[in-house]
């Protein structure tokens, strides 16, 4: 059962608003079959704002009668109208998101199918479910000749449908402030680095809200609105977004060295690379930067309480020596925001791990679910492993603020549920 209905009237064009209304109400009767009566959402998606349930020049009876008819029949549905497809589809998606509906059918011509999931693909996630229903058009005469050819989607069409979508996104206003980058005063200028906050981004989704920089099949802000975020933090950090590299987290301590083959995953990745930007994630586990201002190397790594215990930070902290020749003197490693001992809990099993790496990093060890401090223990390990303590930052001004106590700053896991946002960590070596 969908939940709900999307009508594609996108294309449909005709010389009065008489005849507007008329075909309207033609295609929607005959069309009625179609509608779950329980969806919670009816939409007629059109490129002319011609439809006016309020005309004055209905005066004579049959026109009158259409006319009621016509608005009668409206009451169940709200117009979208736009000449632009992708801002008419992403008005749609926030319409559908603001109800929290997962479920949709889209009534469309066969002609539009492919170009309608094609707009889809784009600026929908795998969260939605989508099912297509063709367009029963029940027209005599000339009010409306609809075309029978399917049209197919070309590489050249496709780019010029990714175009329409990022010059719709670029023209959207910045939400929850002016974007701002967290830097550490240990880092020299020969890196460009920093830390995201939630602010400055389009994602308008409540937990995904603004600067969400990860998309996943599992949530709703898709790659093109995350790209676009992403943009804007290159434009503001003064990084290249075409040569920006992810993580792709694991939750253990692989490390990718750039240059080598890409691993199907990993928590971890150092470059000597001029202009490529690296980033790790983080949504209460631990985004850290690692640079090397002799040997002119960086890294990055995403360290979760599973991670920490493997000893991501180590294993980043051993492929730069071995790969860079990087002295461990020299290395600088800064630990951005992550959940704090205040929020964040473990089954007393794994925070036994905790505890016998140093009982402070561990509160109340004898309960069902004792608290743990993954930053405390973070900085145990890398000073464990040589890095000296002064090179390890991990308490400066917002850097150490919990992420979830600080639902106005950042994105938390814990705090927000399953569709939740990320910010990043990120570093890259100046050209």
């Known amino acids: 059962m969908a939940e709900a209905v999307l009508v594609d009237l996108f294309d449909l064009k005709v010389s009065s608003q008489e005849n507007y209304q008329q075909i309207l109400t033609k295609i929607l009767n005959a069309n009625k079959h179609h509608y779950d009566p329980k969806a919670k959402f009816l939409c007629i998606i059109c490129c002319t704002d011609s439809i006016n349930c309020e005309n004055d020049d209905y005066h004579d009876d049959d026109k009158l009668e259409t006319s009621n008819g016509f608005s009668t029949l409206f009451r169940e549905f709200e117009i979208v109208t736009n000449p632009s497809m992708a801002a008419s589809l992403y008005t749609i998606k926030q319409k559908i998101d603001e109800k929290n509906l997962n479920s949709i059918k889209v009534i469309v011509s066969i002609y539009r199918k492919m170009l309608m999931k094609a707009f889809i693909d784009q600026l929908?996630?795998?969260?939605?479910?989508?099912e297509f229903e063709d367009l029963h058009m029940t027209l005599s005469g000339d009010l409306l000749k609809e075309s029978t050819e399917t049209r197919m989607i070309t590489p050249q069409k496709l780019e010029t449908i990714q175009n329409e979508i990022e010059t719709y996104l670029r023209s959207l206003p910045t939400l929850k402030g002016e974007l701002t980058i967290i830097k550490s005063p240990l880092i020299s200028d020969i890196f460009i680095h920093g830390f995201t906050t939630r602010a400055g981004?389009?994602?308008?989704?409540?937990?995904?809200?603004?600067?969400?920089?990860?998309?996943?099949?599992?949530?709703?802000?898709?790659?093109?609105?995350?790209?676009?975020?992403?943009?804007?933090?290159?434009?503001?950090?003064?990084?290249?977004a075409e040569k920006f590299?992810?993580?792709?987290?694991?939750?253990?301590?692989?490390?990718?060295?750039?240059?080598?083959?890409?691993?199907?995953?990993?928590?971890?990745?150092?470059?000597?690379?001029?202009?490529?930007?690296?980033?790790a994630l983080g949504a209460d586990c631990i985004p850290m930067i690692f640079a090397d201002p002799v040997k002119k190397a960086c890294g990055v790594a995403h360290s979760g309480w599973k991670g920490t215990l493997l000893g991501i930070a180590r294993a980043t902290v051993n492929a730069m020596i071995a790969e860079y020749d990087s002295s461990l003197e020299d290395i600088l490693v800064i630990l951005g925001p992550s959940i704090g001992p205040c929020c964040f809990t473990l089954r007393r099993e794994s925070a036994e791990a905790f505890h016998n790496l140093n009982p402070?990093?561990?509160?109340?060890?004898d309960s069902p679910n004792p608290y743990v401090n993954i930053r405390k223990a973070t900085r145990i390990l890398l000073e464990q492993r040589g890095i000296l303590p002064q090179n390890i930052q991990d308490q400066y001004q917002d850097l150490s603020l919990c992420t979830s106590c600080h639902p106005d700053k950042f994105f938390?896991?814990?705090?927000?549920?399953?569709?939740?946002?990320?910010?990043i960590g990120f570093i890259s070596i100046r050209e």
């Open 124 to 130: 929908f996630t795998d969260v939605y479910n989508f």
């Open 201 to 240: 981004g389009i994602s308008y989704i409540p937990t995904l809200s603004s600067l969400n920089l990860f998309s996943s099949s599992k949530r709703r802000d898709p790659k093109a609105v995350v790209q676009e975020n992403l943009r804007r933090l290159g434009n503001t950090a003064g990084f290249n």
């Open 245 to 279: 590299y992810r993580i792709k987290t694991d939750h253990g301590n692989d490390v990718w060295i750039m240059g080598r083959k890409e691993p199907d995953s990993y928590d971890g990745i150092i470059t000597n690379q001029r202009g490529v930007t690296i980033a």
């Open 360 to 365: 402070e990093c561990v509160h109340l060890l």
């Open 412 to 423: 938390s896991h814990v705090r927000d549920g399953l569709n939740f946002g990320t910010q």
